[in-house]
């Protein structure tokens, strides 16, 4: 069972810069959460600050009752077991294959046996898909393989939250949709806690229970999938849409000249929310809601054409 993060009026800067400001969100228990954002609005920033590799300039990270933020070094400790982190080129150790790669973890932070390590690498390289690969080398395997092997080795400590960094950079289309089935599937199975740091919309559309989006220093919005995939809030709808209009820029943000130049220009339609993609079984997940839910509770009327399964998981 996953663990909820809650974030409160984190700020954070590198001397004189400051990066973002005042974010507050909860991160439930066990569901899967997106995080968007222009480039350089500090994504990869909030997920180090939320393991403890940065300290915040001020507010709370609180897992379990402890403030990662402010707690000693041995609670941070502690807390970090609760954590699997894939980082953006999946961090293997080039000299050790992947079987050691994926064994690292379990040898430095447990006792085990070399026959019980042996029984917890070949599950979790069996759970995504790499077995019959574990005498490779990292620098032998395709970058998608690298991604899974990555995966199996946050897993391996039986984290109850995953953090994702970039997981579908430099991956192809169809590479990324197994690995996002995969993140699906894995969720479903360890009901632990995910947040994943993407540019990729097709995945915030489809993949998660929650999307947040950090733009312009602050946390413009989070909640519900489909609470942002029908907002018309200007930055939410121009990022989720990937569209040139709005007020996200080249440089993040237009100056008032490229704005007036918009004025009175027709937005297109936002385009019909995407069925939610399922877990492979068709077991529905613990943090899955039915489709169109959130959009009756709040009295909102999705786009025309939302969740007919026809949509499901298309490009935008
Ligand atoms: N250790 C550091 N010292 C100083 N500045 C840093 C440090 N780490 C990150 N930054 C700065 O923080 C800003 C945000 O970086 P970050 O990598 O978090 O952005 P991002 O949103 O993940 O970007 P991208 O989408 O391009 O990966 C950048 O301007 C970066 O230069």
Redesign the pocket.
């Known amino acids: 069972m996953g663990v909820e993060i809650q974030i409160d009026q984190l700020t954070k800067s590198?001397?004189k810069?400051l990066?973002w400001g005042d974010v507050t969100l909860t991160v439930p228990a066990g569901e899967i959460c997106v995080m968007l954002?222009?480039?350089?609005?500090?994504?990869?920033?909030?997920?180090?600050t939320l393991i403890g590799l940065?300290k915040p300039d001020k507010g709370s990270v609180v897992i379990e009752g402890t403030d990662i933020a402010s707690c000693p070094e041995k609670d941070l400790y502690e807390i970090r077991k609760l954590f699997g982190v894939l980082f953006?080129d999946g961090a293997m150790f080039g000299s050790m294959n992947l079987y050691d790669n994926v064994a690292f973890p379990l040898r430095e932070h447990t006792r085990k046996t070399e026959s019980e390590v042996r029984d917890v690498v070949m599950e979790k390289m069996d759970l995504v898909g790499l077995i019959g690969a574990e005498d490779k080398l990292p620098g032998e395997i395709s970058g998608g393989m690298r991604k899974r092997a990555g995966l199996a080795r946050a897993l391996v400590l039986d984290p109850q939250i995953v953090l994702f960094?970039?997981p579908d950079s430099g991956l192809d289309p169809v590479r990324t949709s197994f690995l996002n089935q995969l993140i699906i599937d894995l969720n479903a199975q360890t009901d632990a806690t995910f947040l994943i740091?993407t540019?990729d919309i097709n995945t915030a559309r489809t993949v998660p229970d929650n999307i947040g989006l950090?733009y312009h220093k602050h946390l413009a919005m989070f909640g519900p999938r489909e609470m942002l995939l029908s907002s018309e809030e200007p930055v939410v709808r121009q990022f989720l849409n990937a569209q040139r209009v709005g007020p996200i820029g080249m440089s993040e943000e237009k100056d008032a000249d490229e704005l007036a130049a918009e004025q009175g220009q027709d937005l297109p339609p936002l385009p019909p929310i995407p069925l939610q993609q399922e877990p492979s079984n068709g077991i529905p997940r613990r943090g899955q809601r039915p489709p169109g839910e959130w959009c009756r509770e709040n009295g909102v009327t999705p786009p025309d054409g939302s969740f007919e399964s026809t949509n499901a998981g298309i490009a935008v």
């Open positions: 590198f001397g810069q990066i954002g222009p480039s350089g609005t500090g994504k990869s920033v909030l997920l180090k940065l953006q960094d970039e740091v540019h950090l």
